[in-house]
């Protein structure tokens, strides 16, 4: 293979053999595809080399070589035929993924290059480079010196793409729509075995499978195998996804750097290779096992497939924003795999079906199954949330060749009716204190949007209706009644809900003494909202009580229940780091119907969404260590920006998993508006408190409008 050549002569085609799938997962009975193979007896862990050491069917020659010896590695590549080199080195688990891999290809391919590419760190071995090169038409030596168009190959080891340093270029490609590709791996080997399989043709005929733990819809008939919310808590994932060959497979649950959740079922990404000292990782890196039952993990570099779609919060963190030590990330375990194309998330996302459907009609002519992804995404996340590691996947078919003039062209929007969601318009903590949680557009503090459709209330008019700030003696009513709205009438509260009555009886009372009869009457408009305000005050410390008892109380899942029925505005950058140093962005997501409350989240590229608030509500602000030994206490000071004067209602909400004990219950303030009112709790941890990446949330009250935010931290094991 000589220097800047691709893979030529490839062998014969081979197609596993076939048995039918279980009726539970197929999709329909009219599709031409082949059935689907789950052979009976699933292995019970990553078959080891030798278990498939004769190559890709009797007598004919292995598409990969593994090498120890980098002499070795650069005379095969020089040789310039045969089996694709790998330079796999003292890296003996990677012959697992090796192994499997002979079962998912079936020949070579000459891939479609990227425009443009670049190397981020040390050079790379001369015969590692030579077949990187061809992956790209051009090559620049620096991020900052790529070009305004084309798509964009980033390469480099793991610990050399550090997200702080290539965190410009990720959200200059997804404000335009280009491509954007990873070539990456844990070291240097991992990266050659990537490199190795963008030659790789996928066998034909493999199926194309979503597994999901939260699509309850019907099952999508562009995919072979569908397994949704309920099928996932009733059939062994485990089977269906190690027992057969995929030619694209999306795995979709809850779940964060080293795990993506499936029923009773965990995708994992611990790893064989050797653990980073001094760096946290989950309970197993402890010794204390896994919080699923080991037979129900599957490993990700055990999923035979071409394209494998990690959907889940964190599944991509780059360098610098992982929480967990490299051994334990599912993306680094799934790329030691198969699997020539991984798409994982770099922070938090709500993706749910319309990205997974966006994700199976994508075709090549996209340009990355991660733009589909994204774009489709944008009304909820307007931020480069999934990423793509490798070219595009050979499971995608032939594509026209790319060029720069297609960065702009996008393909038909799967769920345009849903709103303007097609406009891109988008301009790992190592301190031991910080700030976090600050909200932004429509709150106190926080930077405004200046577009036409940011409703403010209504100016004042000398009865305390519609003032804002320390001149307010009443919750003004507009917003008030947008709060209750919201609260009563979009569904997020349930017919019992305990506070039901009382809100609704507040939400009659605003109605009633909004007449202007009332609210222009100078002697009638005083006794009335006085009367509110007492019991608008009063809801808040009832609401306040819920949240320090109950974590799970329904009006706490307002992010999320009115983000996924809102679209976003475009982001903002704010002054103020988030508690890890790095920057933040905040925008208003409006409700697609009134009684949709508007919102604000404030996200971190290495954090998350670290603040979610009704618009116009109390700005936090949390300082608190990053890390704490089990048995020890961390000590947090909320800080808290009331829009007008008032009392505060403050507290913190744990997660059930984290064994801690909150003190106070709850603190009360009397606020000045536009000025810092301080509060401080400490977080007792339990001496078992198992180590591993938790977080709390802060959370603030008043007027009925709720704010929330969400600090990392790290248990360490008690010394």
């Given at each position: 293979m000589n220097a800047l050549s691709t893979p030529t002569a490839p062998p014969a085609t081979r197609t596993p053999a076939a048995t039918n799938t279980p009726p539970a997962v197929r999709t329909s009975a009219a599709r031409t595809a082949p059935a689907v193979t789950i052979p009976a007896n699933t292995p019970p862990a990553v078959p080891t080399s030798a278990a498939a050491g004769t190559g890709p069917g009797a007598g004919q020659q292995p598409l990969f070589a593994p090498y120890t010896s980098l002499g070795d590695y650069t005379r095969a590549v020089a040789g310039g035929r045969g089996p694709l080199p790998v330079f796999t080195g003292p890296r003996t688990d990677l012959l697992d993924g090796i192994a499997l891999a002979e079962e998912v290809y079936?020949?070579?391919?000459?891939?479609?290059?990227?425009?443009?590419?670049?190397?981020?760190?040390?050079?790379?071995?001369?015969?590692?480079?030579?077949?990187?090169?061809?992956?790209?038409?051009?090559?620049?030596?620096?991020p900052h010196d790529l070009p305004d168009?084309?798509?964009?190959?980033?390469?480099?080891?793991?610990?050399?793409?550090?997200?702080?340093?290539?965190?410009?270029?990720?959200?200059?490609?997804?404000?335009?729509?280009?491509?954007?590709?990873?070539?990456?791996?844990?070291?240097?080997?991992?990266?050659?075995?990537?490199?190795?399989?963008?030659?790789?043709?996928?066998?034909?005929?493999?199926?194309?499978?979503?597994?999901?733990?939260?699509?309850?819809?019907?099952?999508?008939?562009?995919?072979?195998?569908?397994?949704?919310?309920?099928?996932?808590?009733?059939?062994?994932?485990?089977?269906?996804?190690?027992?057969?060959?995929?030619?694209?497979?999306?795995?979709?649950?809850?779940?964060?750097?080293?795990?993506?959740?499936?029923?009773?079922?965990?995708?994992?990404?611990?790893?064989?290779?050797?653990?980073?000292?001094?760096?946290?990782?989950?309970?197993?890196?402890?010794?204390?096992?896994?919080?699923?039952?080991?037979?129900?993990?599957?490993?990700?570099?055990?999923?035979?497939?071409?394209?494998?779609?990690?959907?889940?919060c964190f599944s991509g963190a780059l360098a610098g924003h992982a929480m967990y030590d490299p051994k334990y990330l599912i993306l680094l375990n799934a790329l030691d795999g198969p699997a020539q194309t991984v798409v994982a998330t770099l922070t938090a996302c709500d993706g749910q079906r319309p990205e997974n459907l966006a994700w199976l009609t994508a075709t090549a002519d996209a340009g990355s199954a991660a733009v589909a992804m994204n774009r489709q995404l944008h009304d909820i996340n307007p931020y480069p949330a999934f990423v793509q590691a490798g070219l595009q996947s050979s499971g995608l078919g032939p594509s026209r060749p790319h060029s720069p003039a297609d960065t702009h062209t996008r393909t038909a929007d799967a769920f345009e009716s849903s709103g303007p969601l097609n406009s891109l318009n988008s301009p790992g903590c190592s301190g031991s204190s910080g700030i976090s949680g600050l909200s932004g557009p429509g709150t106190a503090g926080g930077a405004r949007e200046g577009s036409a459709d940011t409703h403010e209330d209504v100016p004042g008019d000398g009865t305390g209706n519609g003032e804002e700030g320390a001149a307010a003696p009443y919750p003004p009513l507009h917003r008030l009644g947008a709060r209750l709205s919201g609260l009563l009438d979009s569904g997020l509260l349930g017919p019992d809900y305990p506070l039901r009555p009382r809100l609704r009886a507040l939400a009659d009372t605003v109605l009633r003494d909004a007449v202007r009869t009332v609210a222009r009457s100078a002697?009638?408009?005083?006794?009335?909202?006085?009367?509110?305000?007492?019991?608008?005050?009063?809801?808040?410390?009832?609401?306040?009580?819920?949240?320090?008892?109950?974590?799970?109380?329904?009006?706490?899942?307002?992010?999320?229940?009115?983000?996924?029925?809102?679209?976003?505005?475009?982001?903002?950058?704010?002054?103020?780091?988030?508690?890890?140093?790095?920057?933040?962005?905040?925008?208003?997501?409006?409700?697609?119907?009134?009684?949709?409350?508007?919102?604000?989240?404030?996200?971190?590229?290495?954090?998350?969404?670290?603040?979610?608030?009704?618009?116009?509500?109390?700005?936090?602000?949390?300082?608190?260590?990053?890390?704490?030994?089990?048995?020890?206490?961390?000590?947090?000071?909320?800080?808290?920006?009331?829009?007008?004067?008032?009392?505060?209602?403050?507290?913190?909400?744990?997660?059930?998993?984290?064994?801690?004990?909150v003190g106070p219950v709850l603190r009360r303030v009397d606020a000045v508006a536009g000025r810092r009112a301080h509060a401080e709790f400490t977080l007792d941890l339990a001496p078992r408190a198992t180590p591993q990446a938790y977080y709390f949330c802060p959370f603030a009250v008043q007027d009925l409008g709720v704010s929330v935010s969400r600090v990392h931290f790290t248990v360490l094991p008690r010394p």
């Open positions: 079936s020949g070579l391919r000459t891939p479609e290059p990227c425009d443009t590419g670049v190397v981020a760190g040390g050079p790379l071995p001369a015969a590692l480079n030579a077949l990187i090169r061809p992956l790209a038409r051009h090559w620049v030596d620096d168009t084309g798509s964009v190959l980033l390469v480099g080891v793991y610990a050399d793409l550090r997200a702080d340093a290539v965190q410009h270029t990720l959200d200059a490609a997804h404000a335009t729509g280009r491509p954007l590709s990873l070539l990456t791996g844990r070291d240097v080997h991992s990266l050659s075995w990537m490199a190795a399989k963008q030659y790789a043709r996928v066998t034909p005929d493999a199926p194309v499978g979503v597994l999901s733990e939260l699509d309850t819809a019907a099952p999508a008939p562009q995919a072979d195998v569908w397994l949704g919310a309920a099928d996932v808590h009733r059939l062994d994932v485990r089977q269906i996804a190690l027992g057969q060959v995929w030619r694209r497979v999306l795995f979709h649950g809850n779940g964060k750097d080293d795990q993506l959740n499936l029923g009773q079922f965990t995708l994992c990404g611990a790893s064989p290779a050797a653990a980073a000292p001094g760096m946290p990782g989950p309970r197993c890196a402890y010794g204390l096992g896994c919080t699923k039952p080991q037979d129900k993990l599957i490993p990700a570099r055990g999923i035979r497939a071409a394209e494998l779609v990690l959907a889940n002697p009638d408009a005083g006794p009335a909202l006085a009367a509110i305000a007492a019991e608008t005050k009063s809801l808040d410390l009832a609401l306040a009580h819920r949240f320090a008892k109950h974590h799970d109380d329904p009006v706490l899942a307002f992010p999320t229940y009115f983000g996924e029925r809102s679209t976003a505005g475009t982001p903002v950058a704010l002054d103020t780091p988030c508690a890890c140093g790095r920057p933040l962005r905040s925008y208003r997501r409006h409700g697609r119907v009134p009684a949709i409350a508007d919102t604000v989240q404030t996200v971190c590229a290495r954090c998350g969404d670290v603040a979610n608030a009704h618009t116009g509500a109390v700005e936090l602000r949390v300082k608190a260590p990053a890390e704490a030994a089990a048995g020890s206490t961390l000590h947090v000071v909320v800080e808290a920006v009331a829009p007008r004067d008032g009392t505060l209602n403050l507290g913190i909400v744990l997660p059930l998993y984290l064994d801690a004990r």
